[in-house]
């Protein structure tokens, strides 16, 4: 018979966010693998603000993080827990160290702290709180107290080591000489982040704290303040930092680094999702494509990576790409609408009116591009009444412009005579560059350009159907007009 409660064994996770900011990728990539693990793992996904630092907190980056969590689908699954509501607790936390004996009252200022620390400076000895305060006798710290001194309170921290199994660096050991008797209320009584976040950790009944390798320091004053508080430690998760291309920490110097930035830049967030999770985390072989469904079901802590992840922004263009082309037209559709309108191309009606016709547009131009913009760019021919004839393409395929011309008045005349279906367009060209002995793209070819002014397009006769008889036969007037 099953004796372990269902509760005990659902992992609790939590992303933990500061709202000094923007929501980062750094940031969206830790609640992104904390989400994928409590997701395939059958748990829940917790978001914790944390802003104890009342001057640094704004309303306006916890909307950011809302906003870019929202963005990207990372839903939580239970109340939004704010860490500043939770002082009292704090407090009580570190009377109970204090009762437990795990921690002592020290009266030492800052300006005498100050002193010692320039001193161990001048020895070159790396400053350690010397302990001073531990010795002070009970009937002592009691008088300072009712005098109302001021003071903080420290942990005591053991000279044995602190080690831990950690899911992705395995064993890690900090020598009990190196981890200092660290404070963990201030004077004014609000709480450092360590034993505000162990006790946060506690009453939110997390089981796995996954964050980034910055925190690997905290980890083993936060185990003794779980000992102490005789609380069950959680499994810890250290997940790699993000480097630049440049192989130095991702920083505003390589670009956009928040996660709003991307979606104004009218990125998929599935795209944005897939490159995020391979950031430390790999699924096996070559797979890098993958929808949110596929990313939860191959998750797994084998696949998280040691090594600094590369944020390259080329490969998430790339993603963005590979994801256009798999997504569906209802999903596609009123991401790109509000940027065809915006760059005046058509109204919402004219789209309506047309709707049959103006997706199946955006099923023949998504396959050619990786961005949004340019699916805009390349919808230009279908709706502006004139286009612009990029110089390359003229240079190349109009480079004689009298040949150019007699190929594309022969062009309109063969395109003309017949019926405007594919098979029957086909063939008018086809005998054409039979007719005049050359290669049918070089038929083609002028054709392109005089269709969109571009050199890349979808098939020549898809993008003849779509752009309909009337718009095309204009095109090659005004292209032969240019050419006179
Ligand atoms: N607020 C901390 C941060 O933003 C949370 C760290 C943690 O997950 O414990 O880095």
């Not at 204090?98 to 010692?116: I, N, P, S, V």
């Not at 950790?201 to 185990?223: C, E, L």
Request: proline share 4%; aromatic share 8%.
């Amino acid at each position: 018979m099953m004796t372990v409660s269902s509760a005990a064994t659902t992992p609790r996770l939590r992303f933990a966010p500061s709202p000094t900011g923007y929501l980062h990728v750094g940031g969206a990539r830790t609640a992104l693998f904390n989400w994928l693990y409590a997701k395939h793992f059958g748990g829940v996904f917790l978001l914790r603000i944390e802003d104890t630092d009342k001057a640094r907190s704004t309303d306006e980056s916890e909307r950011a993080i809302f906003n870019g969590l929202e963005w990207l689908g990372l839903n939580w699954d239970e109340e939004v827990v704010h860490q500043g509501a939770n002082l009292e607790r704090h407090q009580r936390d570190a009377q109970a160290l204090l009762d437990a004996g795990a921690a002592y009252r020290c009266f030492c200022t800052a300006a005498e702290l100050d002193e010692r620390r320039k001193e161990a400076d001048s020895r070159k000895e790396a400053f350690k709180y010397d302990r001073r305060c531990d010795r002070l006798s009970a009937d002592e710290v009691e008088r300072r107290v009712a005098a109302g001194e001021p003071h903080v309170i420290r942990m005591r921290a053991p000279d044995t080591d602190v080690e831990w199994n950690d899911l992705v660096h395995d064993r890690i050991a900090f020598p009990g000489k190196d981890i200092d008797d660290f404070v963990i209320l201030r004077s004014d009584g609000t709480p450092i982040y360590n034993l505000a976040v162990v006790s946060d950790d506690i009453a939110m009944r997390v089981t796995v704290v996954m964050r980034g390798d910055d925190h690997i320091s905290n980890t083993p004053k936060q185990i003794l303040i779980y000992r102490a508080l005789g609380a069950e430690l959680p499994t810890f998760a250290h997940l790699p930092m993000i480097h630049g291309l440049d192989g130095k920490k991702l920083s505003k110097r390589h670009g956009a680094t928040a996660v709003g930035d991307y979606q104004h830049l009218g990125l998929i967030p599935g795209a944005m999702l897939n490159f995020l999770a391979l950031l430390g985390w790999s699924p096996g072989g070559d797979r890098e494509v993958m929808t949110m469904e596929e990313m939860i079901e191959l998750f797994s802590v084998d696949g998280l990576q040691r090594k600094a992840a590369i944020f390259d922004p080329k490969k998430l263009e790339w993603m963005n790409g590979q994801h256009l082309s798999v997504i569906s037209l209802e999903e596609l559709e009123p991401r790109v609408t509000p940027a065809i309108i915006a760059a005046g191309l058509a109204d919402v009606k004219t789209l309506e009116d047309r709707r049959e016709w103006y997706r199946s547009l955006l099923d023949l131009l998504r396959v050619r591009a990786r961005t949004i913009d340019d699916i805009v760019r390349q919808a230009i021919p279908y709706f502006a009444d004139q286009i612009e004839y990029d110089a390359d393409a003229v240079a190349k395929y109009w480079k004689d412009p009298s040949e150019a011309r007699s190929i594309l008045s022969a062009t309109k005349d063969a395109l003309a005579a017949g019926p405007w279906d594919s098979i029957s367009l086909e063939s008018a060209l086809r005998t054409l560059a039979d007719t005049r002995g050359v290669a049918a793209g070089k038929i083609f070819q002028p054709l392109r350009v005089a269709l969109t002014g571009l050199t890349v397009s979808p098939g020549i006769f898809e993008m003849l159907m779509i752009m309909g008889r009337d718009l095309a036969l204009h095109r090659l007037d005004t292209a032969i007009a240019k050419l006179a």
